[in-house]
C-alpha cells in the first residue's frame, strides 16, 4: 500500500520537475520574464502545496475511499486560495502572473492526473 502511494508521490514529481524544465526553457529562450528564475520558484510553491494534497488525499483513500473525491476539492480550493494571496503580496508575481496562470494549470492538470490514479487505486483490507 505504501509503495502504491509512493510511486503516485514520485510520478507526479516527475511530472512537475519535466513540465517545469520545458516551462522554464521556454521563457529563457524567448526571453518572456525578465526574471526567469520566478518559473521554478512558482512551480516549487506550487508542487509543495499540490504534494500536501495529495498525501492528504492517500490518508483519506486509507480511511474513508468514498471521500477521495472532495478531499481533491477541499484541497484544490484551498491551493486556489494561496495562491491568490500570493499573487496579491509578491510585487514578482503580479508582473509574471502569465507564467503564474500556466505553472498553475500545468500542475492542477498533473494532479488530477494523480488523483484520478488515486481514486481507481484498489486497497487490500486489512
Do not use: D, W
Not at 1 to 6: E, S
Amino acid at each position: 500500500m505504501i509503495k502504491k502511494f509512493l510511486l503516485l508521490g514520485f510520478s507526479f514529481v516527475l511530472m512537475v520537475t519535466i513540465f517545469c524544465v520545458i516551462h522554464y526553457a521556454i521563457v529563457l529562450q524567448f526571453n518572456f520574464s525578465e526574471n526567469p528564475l520566478i518559473v521554478p520558484k512558482m512551480y516549487l510553491i506550487i508542487g509543495l502545496i499540490t504534494l500536501m494534497i495529495i498525501q492528504m488525499g492517500c490518508f483519506i483513500k486509507v480511511k474513508y475511499p468514498e471521500y477521495v473525491g472532495f478531499s481533491f476539492m477541499g484541497g484544490m480550493i484551498a491551493k486556489m486560495a494561496v495562491v491568490l494571496a500570493l499573487v496579491v503580496v509578491n510585487q514578482e508575481i503580479k508582473i509574471n502572473i502569465i507564467q503564474l496562470i500556466i505553472s498553475y494549470f500545468v500542475i492542477l492538470l498533473a494532479e488530477v492526473l494523480i488523483f484520478i490514479r488515486l481514486i481507481n487505486l484498489k486497497l487490500k483490507k486489512v
